[in-house]
């Protein structure tokens, strides 16, 4: 397969369809008695012919791809046999232009193959093809077979097989049930011509010119239009990605909540990007939802709001400074503290051994300045250089603003990037050893990975410890679509290493103090829900104050049409039962085609 950014912005070439009154007999056609695309792709997921030599296989062409490596076209058998499980739609690979057009009925010869998108290691399930291909166009100009229609009523609510084979077992070899479901209803019509109407969008367009639909539009819906990823035993098993037609121009920018009105049209592909794609020949005209970005409200006098917000990536070099400070300003209204995540270094992925994000940070407080927001201070620490993981050369880190017309930041010695701060009592009281500082720098938990930044904080004559968090990220973990059920998260062993780390350090204040004020937030890279928030919630010691908002409202992140929880904001006890407290998910770029960030920021509000 070709790389994403090639082979998801190259064209895909869809024909009209032609009638059958003008179809032209162009040689005869092949035996009644050759095997059949259904024969190919049999009623498992790997192809009882795999490996195997086939020839003369009759179908029509539905549809035909030009980009990339991974040229070649689909066909389908006109007469499909009496068994759901069976697909009759399979993907002939030409490495080249292929040389038949929508509407030809043809035979072909070659090996069938099962191919892995982005390789077995992946975990990925295989798509079924034919390779190396021997074509014989009988006639034009026929019509393509009647589109497969997927709605809700065809999509069963169970997601996957994963009862029936052994804790994150390959399903490849379990017979279809594709009543039953989702994954088998979706493998079954692999390499068909499908349609789905008037198809809710529940992803804004990403940059590959892509985007997912529900079929299901009551299936854990908010009332921002989006599908909302709850458990792990509750998949939105409506999903269904769209891919790009020829001309990405074209393409609709999305945004959640619109609607494909109307018929998309197109072959089912199968791809590493996200797992069954329609591939649009016919694409529904796009229907905005109206979907606003979100403010939340301006805290009190006496309420202290912390935020923390991913801002993805921010070097010197971006254009996007102003639509970060606008956001900071206007639809954060200033909170007095921002942890910030993904700060780059002062000459962004350049490896040279830079370290220092001054005029990162700088750059960032002068638009926030000039967007009308406070003059805020700063604090962090530079890493050491290539060992916190992110963009190589990028050397992201975390970073405290805070507005010192309202709060004060307690500055003390000692703190670097290999030095693990601690906890002391002073008159009855917990003290950092070191403000700001880094939670256990050298331990293994850490390595290639963003260090927790720690800071004493006071507002109002009362301390508030903060820690900001970057835990390590999800690469790595199986897809939702693996050929492994349930997908096996390898990325949890060191979250959960860290989470352990987090939650020992806020033991060690409460230890001191146990009414301390103690808040660790940032991009958690992990459900509300997961093993990662037990740990970190582990002996009552913090609490996810996003469980505080209805669990329709629960969701930072938009990831192949689940809108989930990433980001977080835990609070000690003295703060969840002492205090009024306020917590927002500020939606304004998740769900959005023009987002600045893939994150949504959150805001809590709460009187020490």
């Known amino acids: 397969m070709p790389s994403r950014s090639s082979a998801r912005l190259a064209a895909l070439t869809v024909a009209a369809v032609c009638s059958a009154a003008s179809a032209v007999v162009l040689t005869s056609p092949a035996h009644a008695d050759s095997v ?44 499909p046999d009496d068994d759901p499980a069976t697909s009759e739609g399979v993907f002939v690979y030409t490495g080249s232009n292929p040389k038949v057009a929508v509407g030809d009925s043809v035979t072909v010869s070659g090996t069938v193959s099962e191919y892995v998108p982005g390789g077995t290691s992946s975990g990925n399930q295989s798509l079924t093809e034919i390779s190396k291909p021997a074509i014989t166009t009988v006639s034009t100009g026929n019509a393509v077979p009647a589109p497969t229609v997927i709605d809700a009523r065809s999509v069963p609510s169970r997601y996957t097989p994963a009862g029936d084979t052994a804790a994150g077992g390959s399903i490849d070899g379990l017979p279809l049930r594709p009543s039953t479901y989702a994954l088998d209803y979706y493998e079954s019509l692999e390499g068909m011509n499908v349609q789905v109407a008037d198809a809710r969008v529940v992803t804004g367009t990403d940059p590959y010119s892509e985007l997912w639909v529900t079929v299901k539009p009551h299936e854990h819906a908010n009332r921002r239009g989006g599908t909302v990823y709850g458990s792990y035993d509750g998949q939105n098993t409506g999903r269904l990605q769209i891919q790009s037609l020829g001309s990405t121009a074209d393409f609709p920018k999305a945004d959640v909540g619109d609607t494909l009105i109307g018929t998309t049209t197109g072959p089912l592909d199968f791809n590493q990007y996200g797992g069954y794609t329609l591939v649009a020949s016919e694409l529904g005209t796009l229907k905005s939802g109206g979907l606003q ?25 971006d254009g996007t400074f102003d639509a970060h400070a606008a956001a900071i300003v206007h639809n954060l209204q200033s909170p007095d503290i921002v ?35 406070p003059h805020y201070e700063w604090r962090s620490i530079n890493p050491v250089n290539d060992q916190d993981g992110g963009e190589p050369g990028g050397n992201i880190r975390n970073v405290f603003l805070f507005n010192p017309q309202r709060v004060s930041f307690v500055d003390r010695a000692g703190g670097d990037s290999t030095t693990a701060v601690g906890v002391t009592k002073v008159h009855g009281k917990a003290q950092l050893t070191a403000s700001p500082g880094r939670i256990a720098p050298s331990d293994a938990a850490w390595k290639d990975s963003r260090k927790p930044l720690v800071g004493q904080f006071v507002f109002r004559g009362k ?113 969840r039962r002492g205090h009024d407290f306020a917590y927002d998910s500020v939606h304004i770029n998740a769900e959005f085609h023009d987002q600045i ?8 509000r709460f009187r020490p």
Request: hydrophobic share 35%; net charge negative; aromatic share 6%.
């Open 36 to 79: 059949r695309i259904h024969d190919i792709q049999g009623t498992t997921r790997i192809s009882p012919l795999a490996g195997q030599k086939v020839a003369d296989v009759p179908g029509i062409v539905t549809a035909t791809r030009s980009y990339g490596s991974s040229k070649g076209f689909w066909f389908q058998d006109p007469n």
């Open 293 to 317: 970005r979100e403010t939340t409200r301006k805290q009190s006098h006496r309420e202290l709001a912390v935020a923390t917000y991913n801002v993805e990536n921010l070097d010197p070099s």
């Open 339 to 373: 942890s910030l995540e993904e700060i780059q270094d002062d000459n962004g992925a350049k490896d040279d051994g830079t370290v220092d994000a001054s005029t990162t940070v700088n750059k960032l407080i002068d638009a926030i300045v000039a967007a009308g927001g």
């Open 463 to 575: 301390t508030v410890f903060v820690i900001g968090n970057h835990l390590t990220s999800k690469g790595g973990d199986q897809g939702l679509t693996s050929q492994y059920q349930p997908p096996t998260r390898s990325s949890e062993i060191q979250r959960h290493a860290q989470a352990t780390l987090v939650n020992a350090f806020a033991k060690d204040i409460l230890s001191v103090q146990k009414n301390a004020d103690v808040i660790a937030l940032g991009d958690m890279n992990d459900f509300e829900f997961s093993g990662t928030a037990q740990i970190l919630q582990d002996d009552g010691v913090l609490w996810s104050a996003i469980k505080s908002l209805p669990r329709s409202e629960r969701y930072t992140y938009d990831y192949q049409g689940n809108e989930q929880v990433l980001d977080q904001i835990l609070i000690s006890p003295s703060i």
């Open 597 to 604: 960030s893939d994150h949504d920021p959150q805001v809590l």
